[in-house]
């Protein structure tokens, strides 16, 4: 579905991402984990069209993504879950989930998403008429995610999605994010929490420095010395 070959990127002069090259099959739950600062989320922008890569290509579908802008990938089935949620705070929960499914394609399914949208987070139908910016970290998260949900993705890229979270916050968050790839969707998770990420994903890439370091399903890396020293405690 999606494959990134010998990406490379830069903000200003600062080259951040060297020759990254990975790819994410139909179904998969895919995690790219590593240290905070490792180029996790550049990817995703990248792959957005928010940051421009300098070089390597970007292919969703069989199609390059090269010289898209942000708002056609979103038309093209892919959907960015931003870390820091990104809400709009003055909004309600439902204007901030209708707002993710502007695109006609999702538009004319909006009513039966958003039925999905509050099974998987009932507490956002409870709170459907409340400003977004007054909701806790947690359910913020939930409506965040549930904003990307709308849009009816074919691929759904989640940016630290577990970030800032009580532990049993975290824990809901990846069952919803589980449960969603079960029925279908094909998910690419950048996480700092490599534990969870590792137990949860098909596969998984480690970034550090801006390379992929390591590649392979979840629990081969479990297992891998590196892994356990760097980033498990172990």
Same mark, same amino acid.
């Given at each position: 579905?999606?494959?990134?070959? !010998?990406?490379?990127?830069?903000?200003?002069?600062?080259?951040?991402? +060297?020759?990254?090259?990975?790819? =994410?099959?139909? $179904?998969?739950?895919?995690?790219? =984990?590593?240290? !905070?600062?490792?180029?996790?989320?550049?990817?995703?922008?990248?792959?957005?069209?928010?940051? #421009?890569?300098?070089?390597?290509?970007?292919?969703?579908?069989?199609?390059?993504?090269?010289?898209? /802008? /942000?708002?056609?990938?979103?038309?093209?089935?892919?959907?960015?879950?931003?870390?820091?949620?990104?809400?709009?705070?003055?909004?309600?929960? #439902?204007?901030?989930?209708?707002?993710?499914?502007?695109?006609?394609?999702?538009?004319?399914?909006?009513?039966?998403?958003?039925? +999905?949208?509050?099974?998987?987070?009932?507490?956002?139908?409870?709170?459907?008429?409340?400003?977004?910016?007054?909701?806790?970290?947690?359910?913020?998260?939930?409506?965040?995610? $549930?904003? $990307?949900?709308?849009?009816?993705?074919?691929?759904?890229?989640?940016?630290?999605?577990?970030? $800032?979270?009580?532990?049993?916050?975290?824990?809901?968050?990846?069952? =919803?994010?589980?449960?969603?790839?079960?029925?279908?969707?094909?998910?690419?998770?950048?996480?700092?929490?490599?534990?969870?990420?590792?137990?949860?994903?098909? #596969?998984?890439? =480690?970034?550090?420095?801006?390379?992929?370091?390591?590649?392979?399903?979840?629990?081969?890396?479990?297992?891998?010395?590196?892994?356990?020293?760097?980033?498990?405690?172990?």
């Amino acid at each position: 579905m999606l494959k990134v070959t !010998n990406m490379s990127a830069t903000y200003g002069d600062v080259q951040v991402l +060297w020759n990254v090259s990975f790819e =994410v099959n139909q $179904g998969e739950l895919v995690a790219l =984990v590593g240290a !905070n600062g490792a180029g996790k989320t550049t990817i995703l922008n990248t792959i957005s069209g928010l940051v #421009r890569r300098t070089e390597g290509k970007i292919e969703f579908l069989g199609q390059s993504l090269d010289r898209i /802008p /942000p708002h056609r990938v979103a038309e093209l089935g892919i959907a960015h879950v931003p870390e820091g949620r990104r809400l709009f705070p003055e909004m309600t929960v #439902r204007e901030n989930l209708e707002m993710g499914s502007l695109a006609p394609a999702a538009k004319a399914k909006r009513q039966e998403t958003l039925e +999905w949208v509050f099974q998987l987070f009932p507490i956002l139908k409870e709170r459907q008429r409340q400003e977004a910016g007054t909701l806790s970290g947690g359910q913020q998260q939930m409506l965040a995610i $549930g904003r $990307g949900l709308m849009a009816r993705p074919k691929l759904l890229m989640l940016d630290e999605p577990s970030l $800032g979270l009580a532990p049993v916050l975290v824990d809901h968050i990846f069952e =919803v994010i589980q449960e969603v790839n079960k029925e279908g969707l094909t998910v690419l998770l950048v996480e700092q929490n490599v534990m969870h990420a590792l137990n949860l994903c098909s #596969r998984a890439y =480690v970034l550090e420095n801006g390379r992929i370091v390591l590649h392979g399903s979840g629990k081969e890396l479990l297992n891998k010395q590196h892994v356990k020293e760097a980033y498990l405690g172990l």
